[in-house]
Every structure is written in structure tokens, then in C-alpha cells.
T-cell receptor, first 110, second 116 residues
Framework: TQLLEQSPQFLSIQEGENLTVYCNSS?????LQWYRQEPGEGPVLLVT?????EVKKLKRLTFQFGDARKDSSLHITAAQPGDTGLYLC??????????FGPGTRLSVLP | ETGVTQTPRHLVMGMTNKKSLKCEQH?????MYWYKQSAKKPLELMFV???????ENNSVPSRFSPECPNSSHLFLHLHTLQPEDSALYLC???????????????FGPGTRLTVT
């Protein structure tokens, strides 16, 4: 069974600060995804990474897939209140269903 | 709006009731999923359908019964549930799962279920 750990579990920061959240596993994934979920809504896909060492940028968000394809990080620059939400990572082996981590709950205070 | 709708958004039911959750996707996808999201566990995959055929049943108790009449609609029939079944039930859809490579899931807003 593939298990994903995410850290920190909770994070509360002031608007304008930078932050990094992490997703780790002992398993190798063929692809890894990050989602953001806001209260009362379903998760929304932010990015998919498939190559070890890959870095993708989405405006103020930077995603990195570890070289060994076992871990990933999400860095947010100059966080805004609109970034508040639950950040979920999900990993899948080739042809397998995605397994989700427990999430990091981010609160950005104005 | 992700193109996946779920009804009802909230449901309260007794342990002896029978109810159904409905999911509809307008994205032209051929795979649909049910997930359970509870407060103390990661998102759990329950069922997967690809081209209306069930391809995954993740050891879900028989009091949860899925139905997929076509690629756009997915139901979850509920009967004799337990209080620990209270959770957010999420539906998702994606491209055809028989294609190689990764896939992207689009989630609905969920049904918040409370079993009393």
C-alpha cells in the first residue's frame, strides 16, 4: 500500500510571507499531483508532475518533484488570503489509481 | 464550476433510511469515481467506473451500492448506514482509464452526509 505523508499538517502565516509544504513517501510514483480544496468544495487540480527533478511554476506557486520520484514540494511566494485552503498531494504508480495524502491546511491572514 | 455536479449538497439520514447520491459530469469523460473524505483520514477511493464498467471496489461495505447507467451519471445508493459513515462524499471524473499514462480528475463539490 502506497502511503503519502504531508507536512506541516497546519500552517498559519501572514499575507506576503513565503511558505513551503512537503509531500513524502517511501514509494516511487510515476506521477504526482497537487490539489487545493476550499471549504465546501471539492479538490481542484493545480499541477501534475511526471519526471524526477521536474519543476513547474504556476504564477506564485512552484512545484518540484524529487529526483527519486518519492517526494514533492510546493512553494508559495508572497502568500495571499486567496491561497487559504487544504493542499493535497496525490501519487500514482503506472496504471494505478491515485492515493492521496492527509493534506496541509493553510491559513493566510490579511 | 468544474463541470461535475453533485446532488444533494447536504443530506441527513437515519440509520434505517435508504437514500441515493447523484453525480453528473459534463466533460465528456468516460471514467467516474466515488471518494469518501472524513475528518481524520485522507481522501479514500471507494469505486471506479470506466465506460460504465466497475473496475475498482476498494473493500467498501455492501451498505454502499454504486450504479453507473452511462458515462455521464454516477449514483451511490445508501442503506442501513452507520454514524461512522458520516463524511463528505466526492464524485470525480477523468479521461478514459484504459489510456496509458497519468490522468486528471475533476471533482464535484461533494455531498455532506450526516448519519444519525
Amino acid at each position: 500500500t502506497q502511503l503519502l505523508e504531508q507536512s506541516p499538517q497546519f500552517l498559519s502565516i501572514q499575507e506576503g510571507e513565503n511558505l513551503t509544504v512537503y509531500c513524502n513517501s517511501s514509494s516511487v510514483f510515476s506521477s504526482l499531483q497537487w490539489y487545493r480544496q476550499e471549504p465546501g468544495e471539492g479538490p481542484v487540480l493545480l499541477v501534475t508532475v511526471v519526471t524526477g527533478g521536474e519543476v513547474k511554476k504556476l504564477k506564485r506557486l512552484t512545484f518540484q518533484f524529487g529526483d527519486a520520484r518519492k517526494d514533492s514540494s510546493l512553494h508559495i511566494t508572497a502568500a495571499q488570503p486567496g491561497d487559504t485552503g487544504l493542499y493535497l498531494c496525490a501519487g500514482a504508480g503506472y496504471g494505478q489509481n491515485f492515493v492521496f495524502g492527509p493534506g496541509t491546511r493553510l491559513s493566510v491572514l490579511p | 464550476e468544474t463541470g461535475v455536479t453533485q446532488t444533494p449538497r447536504h443530506l441527513v439520514m437515519g440509520m434505517t433510511n435508504k437514500k441515493s447520491l447523484k453525480c453528473e459530469q459534463h466533460l465528456g469523460h468516460n471514467a467516474m469515481y466515488w471518494y469518501k473524505q472524513s475528518a481524520k483520514k485522507p481522501l479514500e477511493l471507494m469505486f471506479v467506473y470506466n465506460f460504465k464498467e466497475q473496475t475498482e471496489n476498494n473493500s467498501v461495505p455492501s451498505r454502499f451500492s454504486p450504479e453507473c447507467p452511462n458515462s455521464s451519471h454516477l449514483f451511490l445508493h445508501l442503506h442501513t448506514l452507520q454514524p461512522e459513515d458520516s463524511a463528505l462524499y466526492l464524485c470525480a471524473s477523468s479521461q478514459d482509464r484504459s489510456l496509458e499514462g497519468t490522468y486528471e480528475q475533476y471533482f464535484g463539490p461533494g455531498t455532506r452526509l450526516t448519519v444519525t
